[in-house]
């Protein structure tokens, strides 16, 4: 049995994620702006409501409901992401994803089920991307058997998780696997979707950044096979020699 098509995911006890709820729901709440809110859920495509906060303002907040609180484990960390999630506006989601980040050291190879919860509930790029790139990605950095997770992820029928395939080795730079990278990017080259598409182009030009040659060659070998945008995403900041 893979990893993800474990057991059904419940949200644990934790005094960690009482506390930081309070704190969390008090603290944003507070600081709501209705106008500021439904210019942002439309500029997000009205995937979730706003409370309206920016982004400075909210990790100000974040920092401050955060003071003093113990580093968690990986309880704390599931319950603490799974009941931001819970919450219908879309800073709690961000506040969930930036706590991750913080704390991705911390989370083994078990909390790849929790990944694709968050990865597949209320999706859009603005979550499932850092997802992918910083916590996923790490995950998978340090267990070189969530591999075969990815492998599995990369020909699932929802966007959002292949996307997340795709990006996961975003930050690897020369701890990249190429082949696997390129693997990825022609298994999906014929997917229709804007969000795969750029995606393939993205993990490609990330890449160019360490190898250039080897995307450039790639890319030319292989470049009837993929969409114009995919194709100027990789090239974009290492020309074209077709």
């Not at 209705?34 to 995937?47: C, H, N, S, T």
């Not at 974040?62 to 219908?88: F, H, K, N, Q, Y």
């Not at 509930?121 to 267990?143: F, Q």
């Not at 080897?214 to 969409?227: H, P």
């Amino acid at each position: 049995m893979t990893v993800t098509g474990a057991v059904a995911i419940g949200v644990p006890d934790s005094v960690l994620a009482d506390l930081v709820l309070e704190r969390l729901t008090t603290a944003y709440g507070a600081e709501a702006d209705p106008e500021r809110a439904a210019a942002m859920g439309a500029y997000m495509k009205d995937v979730a409501p706003f409370l309206g906060l920016p982004t400075p303002a909210r990790r100000a907040l974040s920092r401050t409901v955060l003071a003093g609180t113990p580093r968690p484990d990986e309880a704390d960390c599931t319950a603490i992401a799974l009941r931001c999630w819970a919450l219908p506006q879309r800073e709690y989601h961000y506040f969930a994803v930036d706590y991750l980040r913080r704390h991705t050291p911390r989370l083994s190879s078990a909390f790849l089920p929790v990944a694709r919860r968050l990865v597949t509930t209320k999706s859009w790029w603005d979550t499932v991307d850092p997802l992918a790139a910083h916590m996923v990605g790490a995950l998978v950095a340090a267990d070189s058997r969530l591999g075969a997770e990815m492998d599995v992820w990369i020909v699932d029928e929802d966007v959002w998780v292949a996307r997340t395939a795709l990006l996961h080795q975003l930050r690897r730079k020369e701890h990249t696997d190429a082949d696997r990278l390129f693997a990825y990017c022609l298994l999906r080259s014929g997917h229709p979707d804007f969000f795969i598409r750029k995606a393939i182009g993205w993990a490609l030009r990330e890449y160019a950044k360490t190898d250039p040659d080897a995307v450039r060659a790639f890319v030319a070998r292989e470049r009837e096979r993929f969409a114009p945008l995919t194709v100027r995403e990789a090239l974009r900041n290492i020309g074209d020699t077709a």
